[in-house]
């Protein structure tokens, strides 16, 4: 499942930087995770990275977007194709 930044969000810019595949934008006024290009890191890591570089615990499941584990590794190899 991709995930969800809330309503706690302070707009640090720590959790775009952490993103491998640049699903995090700077949205008006909380950054925003697009759920076509957010794998939680299948692919890179074993957590998604932007969960643990957020101050303020914003970042959760999006319950929209629920996806197995083999959907994102999927999507994982998708966006590589398309780089």
Known sequence: MSLLINDECIACDACREECPNEAIDEGDPIYVIDPDKCTECVGYDDEPNCVGACPVDAISPDPDNV????ELKYKYEQLQKSE
């Open 67 to 70: 996806e197995s584990f083999e």
